[in-house]
T-cell receptor, first 112, second 114 residues
Framework: GENVEQHPSTLSVQEGDSAVIKCTYSDSASNYFPWYKQELGKRPQLIIDIRSNVGEKKDQRIAVTLNKTAKHFSLHITETQPEDSAVYFCAAISNSGYALNFGKGTSLLVTP | GEEVAQTPKHLVRGEGQKAKLYCAPIKGHSYVFWYQQVLKNEFKFLISFQNENVFDETGMPKERFSAKCLPNSPCSLEIQATKLEDSAVYFC????????????FGQGTRLTVV
């Protein structure tokens, strides 16, 4: 099955700096890669996703890049703000049942 | 509805008791997924449904866990004879279907087994 690795597990940045979270996946048939943000005690919420027919997607301060050859994708957050502090999960869709295979999460702390 | 509705929000069970969790997917969504999130944040996929049919149950502990999605009823996840290690937040998600569509999550049910 699909195996998604995510790094780093924790990340601390100063407000205004950029944050980058990286993920790799194992199943070359995966073709949908969402990123979820989860605040403490809340549900995961989709912040951006990318499909395998594009290499990059941007939405305001958030961007995702995908390298299908290398089987890795990354989340980039620019001009970070304290409200960006949360746990971020990358995921890939398996080819066996449409279920999300999640990375283990990155706890991002943005300090003022 | 416009969001995935999970009940109850919290559930406390003594070891060995039964726990039953409910999920109403977004109207029009054909797929329902159950995930278990333990304290270390990791999500474990349990089972998925396409309408009322089991689609993928590869993550389901077969002995004590069961799930159903019946027409005109919320989906349910039932744990017989709960164990301490079943303590987790159980999330339900729904999606329109194919591999490239967003999965929307419910608020989760926090199960505590004491």
């Amino acid at each position: 099955g699909e195996n998604v690795e995510q790094h780093p597990s924790t990340l601390s940045v100063q407000e205004g700096d950029s944050a980058v979270i990286k993920c790799t996946y194992s199943d070359s048939a995966s073709n949908y890669f969402p990123w979820y943000k989860q605040e403490l005690g809340k549900r995961p919420q989709l912040i951006i996703d990318i499909r395998s027919n594009v290499g990059e997607k941007k939405d305001q301060r958030i961007a995702v890049t995908l390298n299908k050859t290398a089987k890795h994708f990354s989340l980039h957050i620019t001009e970070t703000q304290p409200e960006d502090s949360a746990v971020y999960f990358c995921a890939a869709i398996s080819n066996s049942g449409y279920a999300l295979n999640f990375g283990k999460g990155t706890s991002l702390l943005v300090t003022p | 509805g416009e969001e995935v509705a999970q009940t109850p929000k919290h559930l406390v069970r003594g070891e060995g008791q039964k726990a039953k969790l409910y999920c109403a997917p977004i109207k029009g969504h054909s797929y329902v997924f159950w995930y278990q999130q333990v304290l270390k944040n990791e999500f474990k996929f349990l089972i998925s449904f396409q309408n009322e049919n089991v689609f993928d149950e590869t993550g389901m502990p077969k002995e004590r866990f069961s799930a159903k999605c019946l027409p005109n009823s919320p989906c349910s996840l039932e744990i017989q004879a709960t164990k301490l290690e079943d303590s987790a937040v159980y999330f339900c998600a729904s999606s329109q279907g194919n591999m490239n569509t967003e999965a929307f999550f419910g608020q989760g049910t926090r199960l505590t087994v004491v």
